[in-house]
């Protein structure tokens, strides 16, 4: 079987030249003689016309399909310079490979967001899920190709964890008890001695302590995984099973992390730009029109950068436009951080150096005692993409922020242990990978840029 994809990249090969070609039906039309029936086979965007006529021994079949169906189609390429597209297959034979019902849910009209959601094992055969899912496989690939163009080794983080990275407390417990049958102690505390791993266990937040182990050793690292958070956010930016890219740096400061955030997301917009150009521009007609014009200034302009401090100087002064007013100390809401990159910047902004505590245990403290060497990438129309930071490498002053932390010491004795072996300067950040999914596309809901979404009440297939 020859792609449809194929077919558009090297048409002149193929016209005039009899091909075979297998895919699901988009629509079907036929009269008494002869019928259409539009083709995609999921290797490109633009699906293919096939003309078959009454000669077939088949053509009742074939006239009776449903929408859906599975078909496998002889014939020869012919150039069509009136029509849209710009060939169809005059057909010599359609095999049915597999019928579809005539209940099938895909119909040919515009179906909302909504909906397909609700059939999530279909909505791939759609055009708009159909890009999304190209780009993501390609965004991925170019991830681990900047990366690894970089040196930077692959490292798998483990997803069954017993420590809490943000120390948020929002992690899914992972057990093998029966909670309910298990004795508890005075204060109602399961024993987790008894569990699978002889302590208490969860999934991942973050595979960055365990990154940073493999950074003090190989220099550059990165993960590239699923992370999970039982955050209760009930937003369009919030999954509870996400993937996170988090690359990872020895001998490097909050600057060389930026410089390595900018690098990495204007590698990925050209990378897409130049592999997806169909998908990009059916995004800029039909989700988001200002699209391309956006993704090609980020490519060719410098990320703003601002402190903390400036930002909520600058945030302050409009706080009638917000429903949380902003003061020093607060943690910025997705509003605030629209605000800023949307009417104040225009472009993607780093925002640096955070109130410690608005933020993790293990970012490095600054010199004035009450703010951390962090960094967010915030971007138009979604808020947050990135978050990161300098780690903290000094033994005593982790400990003591652990400490005033609660966090129990015996969880985090390996990533202690680098403070006390050749610890180096280093830093790293997380950069969501739907995030950058639905910046990359324009989508608006985390939910349609995962294959199989699982959100607050939503675990469905
Ligand atoms: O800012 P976060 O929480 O940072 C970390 O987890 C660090 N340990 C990363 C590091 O320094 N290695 O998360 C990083 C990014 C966010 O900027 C956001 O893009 C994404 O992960 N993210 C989510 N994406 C979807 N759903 C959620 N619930 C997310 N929470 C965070
Ligand atoms: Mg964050």
Redesign the pocket.
């Given at each position: 079987l020859i792609t449809i994809r194929e077919l558009y990249k090297n048409r002149e090969e193929y016209l005039d030249k009899d091909i075979t070609i297998g895919g699901w039906v988009r629509s079907l039309r036929d009269s008494k003689a002869f019928g259409f029936i539009v083709v995609n086979d999921g290797t490109f965007f633009e699906p293919l016309q096939v003309v078959y006529h009454d000669t077939m021994d088949n053509f009742d079949e074939i006239s009776r399909l449903n929408v859906g169906a599975a078909v496998i189609v002889t014939g020869t390429l012919v150039a069509t310079p009136q029509a849209k597209q710009p060939f169809e297959i005059q057909a010599r034979e359609v095999e049915v490979e597999g019928a579809s019902a005539p209940d099938y849910p895909l119909q040919k009209k515009r179906h909302s967001f909504e909906y397909l959601r609700t059939i999530a094992h279909l909505r791939p055969r759609t055009n708009t899920f159909q890009a999304v899912f190209r780009v993501r496989s390609l965004t991925a690939y170019a991830l681990h190709r900047f990366f690894q163009e970089r040196g930077f080794v692959y490292v798998h983080t483990p997803i069954i964890t017993g420590s809490d990275?943000?120390g948020a407390g929002e992690m899914f417990r992972v057990t093998t008890l029966d909670l309910e049958d298990t004795p508890k102690d005075g204060q109602g505390n399961v024993d987790y001695s008894r569990d699978f791993f002889g302590k208490e266990t969860s999934l991942t937040?973050?595979?960055?302590l365990n990154?940073e182990t493999y950074a003090q050793a190989f220099r550059n690292i990165y993960t590239f995984g699923p992370?999970f958070?039982a955050?209760n956010?009930n937003t369009t930016?919030?999954?509870?099973e996400?993937w996170?890219i988090?690359?990872?740096m020895a001998f490097a400061d909050l600057d060389d992390n930026m410089m390595l955030a900018e690098a990495m997301l204007k590698y990925v917009i050209n990378y897409v730009l130049e592999n997806a150009p169909e998908e990009i521009s059916f995004f800029n007609s039909f989700v988001d029109k200002g699209l391309l014009d956006r993704l090609k200034n980020v490519v060719s302009s410098e990320f703003a950068r601002v402190t903390y401090t400036e930002a909520v100087e600058i945030l302050e002064k409009n706080n009638d436009k917000f429903e949380y007013k902003v003061s020093w100390g607060t943690d910025l809401q997705t509003e605030h951080e629209r605000y800023l990159t949307e009417e104040v910047y225009k472009r993607p902004v780093f925002v640096t150096d955070y109130p410690k505590e608005i933020k993790?245990f293990y970012m490095k403290q600054n010199d004035d005692g009450r703010t951390v060497a962090a960094v967010?990438?915030l971007v138009p129309g979604i808020g947050?993409?990135?978050?990161?930071?300098q780690r903290e490498d000094d033994y005593d002053k982790l400990l003591a922020r652990m400490k005033e932390m609660d966090l129990k010491e015996e969880d985090y004795e390996f990533y202690l242990d680098l403070r006390r072996y050749g610890s180096t300067r280093h830093s790293?950040?997380?950069?969501?990978?739907?995030?950058?999914i639905m910046y990359l596309t324009g989508m608006g809901n985390?939910r349609d840029v995962i294959p199989f979404p699982r959100t607050v009440n939503n675990c469905e297939l």
């Open positions: 990275c943000e937040v973050s595979g960055q990154g992370t958070r955050e956010s930016r919030h999954a509870a996400f996170m988090e690359p990872e993790a967010d990438c947050e993409i990135i978050g990161g930071s790293g950040f997380g950069l969501g990978f739907e995030r950058c985390i």
